[in-house]
């Protein structure tokens, strides 16, 4: 007769598939970890070049400001704040003159219906040194005035369109009135 006795002072368990699972995991993990801390290696080398780029853009810009204060100061010297103003007073006329009173109303014929009366243009340059109309326009109706918007909000030429104001007919005028202010593409 037999008798199954454990001499064992713990009780067999089947501990092999725990135990290679874990050592599987154990050297993916590892892996993962090696590959974290290449790319952390990577990028710290990257960075450390992009900061040395970064410190010679800066001493760049410090020289060029340096010279720019120069400049200024002679400018703004007495002798040569006259010349200076005069200067960007000749510049801002020739800024002026280089728009083509030919050319805006060439190009305003091809968006302006035959019966919208152009009262009057006025071009004016804004700090983006980009042409802008301030247009008065009149008409019988407020038809032809909507599609005349349309057209220039369509065009190439011309671009975002706000109507700064409206006036309906009165008995001495009997046009709708309207000003409005677009963007015009000549270039200067």
Not at 57 to 81: G, H, M, Y
């Amino acid at each position: 007769m037999r008798f199954p006795i454990n001499l064992a002072s713990e009780p067999f368990r089947r501990d092999r598939p725990v135990f290679v699972a874990s050592v599987v995991l154990s050297a993916i993990l590892g892996a993962i970890l090696a590959g974290l801390v290449w790319m952390a290696y990577v990028q710290r080398h990257q960075s450390s070049d992009t900061r040395t780029e970064i410190a010679s853009v800066d001493k760049q810009l410090a020289t060029i400001a340096q010279e720019q204060s120069k400049i200024s100061q002679a400018l703004q010297r007495p002798d040569n704040a006259e010349v200076l103003n005069r200067t960007l007073f000749l510049n801002s006329l020739l800024q002026r003159k280089g728009i083509s009173w030919t050319r805006i109303f060439a190009d305003l014929e091809t968006v302006v219906p035959h019966n919208v009366r152009v009262i009057s243009v006025r071009p004016q340059i804004n700090g983006q040194n980009q042409v802008q109309l301030d247009l008065f326009v009149g008409s019988q109706t407020t038809d032809p005035v909507i599609q005349m918007l349309m057209k220039m909000e369509g065009s190439t030429l011309f671009g975002r369109t706000a109507i700064a104001s409206w006036l309906p007919p009165s008995q001495t005028d009997p046009l709708y009135r309207y000003r409005l202010t677009v963007n015009y593409a000549q270039k200067l």
